[in-house]
């Protein structure tokens, strides 16, 4: 999905070939472990065109070189990217499943974004509330697992709460830009 997120959202600016669409992709990932096959790119246009969210705008033949077709993003294309990015914040899991949204916020209404983010919050912190709850509930197991999971618990609660910290700041940035737009 993220792919696909970025593809539409490279498209919904301009028209582009499938290897430039994948240098993009390449320059937001470079901060982050993940990696982008040219398979990949390709099959994601497949789907896409499938699909019926983008469409062939022209094919450049040359000798001795492959086809080269340029792609655009239709109206549907353009509607299901803006779902995608909402629907990446109601499933949210972790920071890294925001990555490909965040470079699109110009693409949705960040009014709504900013709810959806205060409610990834709100989830999170009863998460804490849970965790702080029974943080020092005695765990019935024994020593060398009682152990391993009393660091589970542990790295559990200061990823969540790291998680927040960075929501918190996303939302900063997301009233700006509504306070911006109005």
């Known amino acids: 999905m993220s792919i696909q997120i970025f593809i539409l959202g490279a498209l919904s600016e301009g028209n582009y ?4 669409i994948k240098k993009r992709i390449g320059k937001h990932l470079d901060q982050t472990d993940a990696k982008i096959t040219e398979g990949t790119i390709y099959y994601n246009f497949e789907v896409l065109l499938k699909k019926g969210l983008i469409d062939k705008v022209e094919t450049i033949q040359s000798e001795n070189r492959p086809d080269k077709t340029t792609y655009g993003i239709t109206e549907k294309g353009r509607i299901f990217l803006e779902e995608s990015i909402y629907k990446a914040f109601q499933k949210f899991t972790n920071v890294e499943s925001l990555y490909a949204a965040l470079v699109h916020l110009d693409k949705v209404d960040n009014q709504k974004l900013a709810y959806l983010i205060m409610d990834i919050i709100e989830k999170l912190d009863r998460k804490l509330e849970y965790i702080d709850l ?3 509930d005695e765990i019935d197991a024994q020593e060398d697992l009682k152990d391993a999971l009393l660091l589970m618990r542990d790295h559990a609660y200061h990823s969540i709460h790291n998680d927040m910290l960075w929501l918190r700041k996303l939302l900063d940035h997301v009233q ?5 737009s109005t």
Do not use: F, N
């Open 17 to 20: 070939y499938p290897y430039d």
């Open 176 to 180: 700006g830009r509504v306070l911006k």
């Open 134 to 136: 029974h943080r020092h």
